[in-house]
């Protein structure tokens, strides 16, 4: 899969949630409430299955090794918006909440979430939780934390999520209070991301602008940080003082594996045990090698083309349609996917609606962007606007063939039209710089990503399009739909708010403000020795890690 924010990066789960008035939620009911995307044991979407986990573990083992794509630049939380970051922090570091291999909402830090009024939200803490310097945390911990991602001189990538939070304070020993301006549904849902983290005060502030990349992280997660020796591996060690079930592994080290071949190689000679985000032209070869298993999760993921800048040809809507028309998105599932994935015109996943009503999920994707290849009217477009012989640049990467080739279909689309679609290439180790510096987005038009929600609602992917959001890299705006978020935002009710983003879905599908082409699932591979890591994109924040054990 291809580096991208989490917002969640990537918050989570929805459920029938009365949150108004003076509802009492406590963290074991919204976990009732709640309900991820359905799920039975495993079924079939067009020639690949879902698994809802991997066999549990066995028993422990000494350590693991696992296949990373990149490494990262900071696995400071604040800056944890991308999968190698989030990867590797998951299980180092915890947050209040936890999103779990069910995708589902569960306590984390917090063993009790209380919304006494629409605007405030109570976190009381578990006692007893050690950090991994052997302090025990307290509300001022995390009143700290979440301060740091507010706090404009971290450029915190979760800073969206904050927006509409007041103030943090210490209610008690273990208790904090979060007062918000207004009600906001997806604040106490991405308290299960990076945006609700808690690490030791003394422990950030000693390590000053280094934290993060070197020493401890002073979390609380079941695994601790060991060597990191840069450019090849990250070592993890187990936490024996964790407070949660303790990991099965006694330590894991993460191997940086740039080259796609490389990675597979890796797993099929055993120099690695297993890896999410795995090379598309991979998969038969380990589906077929008897080294292991390939399985396939719940990803909540979509396939798009990103349109960073409408400076140029783009900022024509002509254009962007009918570039969409020429794009073979048939092909790109075949040869770009290795057939793991179905043909999209949604920019959201079917399963981020399906806690919705079934009129309003229907509602959700009638009359969108159209799938079907159609020449001939994308070259009338295109004649229409005036762009025929018109440049546009498109980013691309060694990271994976689902970039480089969703790149080179872009590219042979807009030959097809008229268009002049440049492709320039990026090292994956600099592709992630594409989401945080608009200096790596300067002269280029658009990139392939691969968009996963963080939490399983619509709006964790519709709002950046908000003017101003931080992946509205084109610099979209638009009153009404700005309007339509924070209707979205304030409502606690999922089936009023689902209506809202149907609205928004349309909105986004009308303008192609990112070009969707496909829904992809997560993929992850294990060998023999070890199993129990999820199927799901909950790698993202839930420490999976700890699960992994013996096989045998």
């Not at 640049?393 to 097809?416: K, N, Y």
């Not at 609602?457 to 950046?464: G, I, S, V």
Request: charged share 20%; proline share 6%.
């Amino acid at each position: 899969m291809t580096p991208t924010p989490a917002r969640r990066a990537g918050a989570t789960p929805r459920g029938r949630l009365a949150l108004a008035g003076t509802a009492l939620l406590s963290a074991a009911a919204l976990v009732a409430a709640c309900s991820g995307p359905p799920r039975g044991g495993t079924s079939d979407q067009a020639g690949f299955q879902l698994s809802a986990s991997t066999p549990p573990a066995k028993g422990e083992i000494q350590s693991f090794t696992w296949a990373t794509y990149a490494e990262p630049p900071t696995l400071d939380y604040v800056q944890a918006f991308d999968y190698p970051q989030n990867t590797i922090l998951a299980n180092v570091c915890e947050s209040l909440m936890r999103w779990t291999p069910q995708l589902t909402l569960a306590p984390g830090l917090a063993e009790k979430a209380s919304n006494p009024d629409p605007t405030t939200w109570v976190y009381d803490l578990r006692s007893g939780v050690h950090f991994h310097d052997g302090t025990v945390m307290t509300a001022d911990d995390v009143v700290y934390s979440l301060g740091r991602q507010t706090n404009p001189d971290n450029a915190s990538a979760w800073a969206q999520v904050f927006q509409n939070v007041d103030s943090v304070t210490k209610t008690g020993p273990l208790q904090v209070t979060v007062k918000l301006k207004q009600p906001d549904s997806q604040f106490p849902q991405y308290m299960a991301t990076a945006a609700g983290v808690v690490a030791a005060k003394a422990g950030v502030e000693a390590a000053g602008k280094d934290y993060g990349t070197t020493g401890s992280l002073d979390c609380t997660g079941p695994f601790t940080m060991g060597t990191w020796a840069k450019g090849q591996s990250i070592e993890l060690q187990r936490f024996d003082s964790y407070w949660g079930t303790k990991a099965k592994s006694g330590k894991v080290v993460f191997s940086f594996l740039t080259d796609p071949s490389a990675r597979t190689n890796a797993m099929l000679s055993g120099d690695v045990d297993g890896g999410y985000l795995i090379p598309t032209e991979s998969y038969d070869r380990l589906k077929k090698s008897g080294a292991g298993t390939l399985y396939f999760g719940e990803g909540l993921s979509t396939v798009n083309v990103n349109v960073t800048s409408m400076q140029g040809a783009l900022g024509d809507v002509r254009v962007r349609k009918a570039l969409s028309l020429a794009l073979d998105r048939g092909g790109f599932v075949r040869t770009g996917l290795g057939g793991s994935g179905s043909v999209t015109g949604s920019l959201t996943t079917r399963a981020a609606w399906a806690t919705a009503p079934d009129d309003v999920r229907k509602a959700a994707f009638e009359g969108l962007t159209p799938t079907a290849q159609d020449i001939e009217q994308a070259k009338s477009l295109v004649k229409e606007a005036g762009a025929n012989g018109k440049t546009l640049v498109m980013a691309t990467s060694t990271i994976g063939q689902d970039v480089s080739l969703l790149a080179t279909a872009v590219q042979a689309a807009g030959a097809r039209i008229g268009l002049d679609i440049q492709l320039k290439t990026i090292a994956p180790n600099a592709f992630t710089a594409l989401f945080t510096d608009p200096k790596a987005r300067e002269g280029i038009d658009m990139f392939p990503e691969t968009y996963y929600d963080s939490i399983t609602d619509p709006l964790d992917l519709l709002t950046n399009f908000k003017t101003g959001a931080y992946q509205n890299f084109a610099g979209y705006g638009d009153k009404a739909y700005d309007d339509l978020v924070d209707r979205a935002t304030a409502e606690y009710d999922p089936a009023k708010r689902a209506a809202i983003e149907a609205q928004l879905q349309k909105t986004a599908s009308e303008q192609l403000l990112w070009i969707p082409v496909a829904e992809w699932p997560t993929a992850v591979f294990l060998n023999k020795r070890i199993t129990g890591a999820p199927t799901t994109i909950s790698y993202m924040y839930y420490p999976w890690a700890a699960d992994v054990g013996a096989a045998q």
